[in-house]
């Protein structure tokens, strides 16, 4: 048709779209700055559970997480909307270039218009952080925890020892470094032992099954696997009341 083309650059009819394309890729890169920052908010909450350190409120690490986790939830919507937009001009090649910035409008607004605090359980690093958060504050014996558990009043030495059984690896049977912990069946074990163990069952074609005894999980994959930040934790804790008692 004349006045019309189609490139493989990205052009449809007269509207090029590789700028666009372009500016997505570095929204998506603003994607890792924002699961950086989940990172580092986590880590200094679980520090002040650690050292049993009150912050006010305006300060807090939930409040950052759940900051985070909205700032994540609206450029993913952003990104969907700009890119339902691509694809629905490139599929009907209008005769008339549309107003791109309302069609994007549209389907940002009507994507924010479900938002719901049950999403945030969607965002894996916010659903991570509140999980270790939970575990780090019961390992700590922390009165809130106690009371809601139901477990006021149990020794922290106890808690400990009971946990003790959980810092040997599954592999090596040897106390964990720097633990991992499988997603799916919520066994642990030390992360370059599972990692070998899984790559050497892969070259030969094979799935690798968890090595926890009694456990059904049969195709462990690396996906599966994220830190164990409070274990770890906890194993150094154990560790250094260890060297002072010795």
């Known amino acids: 048709m004349p006045g019309r083309s189609t490139s493989s650059s990205g052009s449809t009819g007269f509207i090029s779209f590789s700028g666009v394309e372009s500016a997505l890729s ?9 699961s950086s920052g989940m990172d580092t908010a986590s880590s200094v909450a679980l520090d002040l559970v650690e050292t049993q350190t009150e912050v006010s409120s305006e300060y807090s690490m939930d409040k950052a997480m759940v900051e985070f986790a909205m ?14 937009t691509i694809n629905h001009v490139k599929e009907e090649r209008p005769e008339k270039i549309p107003d791109l910035k309302l069609l994007v409008e549209k389907k940002f607004l009507a994507l924010q218009n479900k938002n719901s605090d049950a ?20 390992q700590y014996g922390l009165q809130a925890d106690r009371e809601a558990d139901g477990t006021e009043g149990v020794d922290e030495d106890m808690i400990v020892t009971q946990s003790q059984t959980n810092f040997i690896c599954p592999i090596t049977q040897l106390e964990m470094k720097k633990p991992v912990k499988n997603k799916v069946c ?7 032992a599972i990692v070998r163990m899984i790559e050497s069952k892969h070259k030969r074609k094979k799935k690798a099954c968890c090595p ?6 049969t195709d462990v ?4 696997l994220i830190q164990d930040e409070v274990l770890r934790r906890a194993i150094e804790s154990h560790k250094k009341k260890r060297r002072q008692s010795d």
């Open 26 to 34: 570095s929204l998506k890169n603003f994607q890792s700055c924002i």
């Open 71 to 84: 700032m994540d939830r609206e450029l993913n919507h952003y990104l969907k909307a700009v890119q339902s």
């Open 119 to 138: 999403d945030f359980q969607n965002n894996a690093k916010f659903a991570q952080f509140k999980q270790q958060l939970k575990e780090l504050k019961k």
């Open 186 to 192: 919520g066994h642990t074990y030390e992360e370059e």
């Open 212 to 217: 926890k005894i009694g456990c059904s999980h």
């Open 221 to 224: 994959r690396m996906s599966d």
